[in-house]
């Protein structure tokens, strides 16, 4: 047991490392990408903790690193684009997290992370995607991942144009 549990731990830190190195690639498309993995693993943590760690914190980094991955399946110039996006654009954006979580669903032992990431646009209130999701239908790491990626957007997406926000405010 003592040996399958280490190899378990050995093959949850490598997949890891592996989610983490497709995170920093993520990050060479755009200057506003930099260090967002790291910024989102740490308020992720902190989140979890204050709630009193209801997430398994494994899981809870494999989304962290994952969620926006589908993104790099669509065309870049939707997922890159410094404007307002157009309907049919919405559309095409809105599959990123299944493609995903796809990924994560395929692997071992990630299916945790894969509901979080499947779910990450839902919202509380049903108005989400991809299923309209409401409220206890959402699991807890799904809406950490939603809380810290809307406050990173807030602070950070439009900072290039001097529009980013304080954190106070």
Sequence with gaps: KLLLGATTRSN????????QRLALQLETYSPLFK????????LAFETNARAGNPV????????????????MFLP??????LGTLTDD??????????????????????QGAAAMIAQHHEMVDGRGYPLGLK???????AKILS????????TLKHSHR???RSLLR
Excluded: C, Y
Aim: charged fraction near 30%; charge should be negative; hydrophobic fraction near 45%.
């Design 35 to 42: 260090g967002r993995s790291e910024r989102l693993l740490r």
């Design 56 to 71: 398994d914190t494994a899981q809870l980094e494999a989304a962290v690193h994952l969620h926006d991955i589908g993104m």
């Design 147 to 154: 809380i810290i990626d809307a406050f990173e957007s807030v």
């Design 12 to 19: 949850n830190t490598d997949d890891l490392r592996f989610f």
């Design 89 to 110: 654009e919405r559309l095409v954006m809105r599959e990123h997290p299944s493609f995903a979580a796809g990924l994560a669903e395929r692997m071992t032992g990630w």
């Design 135 to 141: 409220e206890a239908q959402i699991v807890p790491g």
């Design 76 to 81: 870049e110039s939707i997922w890159l684009k």
């Design 162 to 164: 001097g529009e980013g």
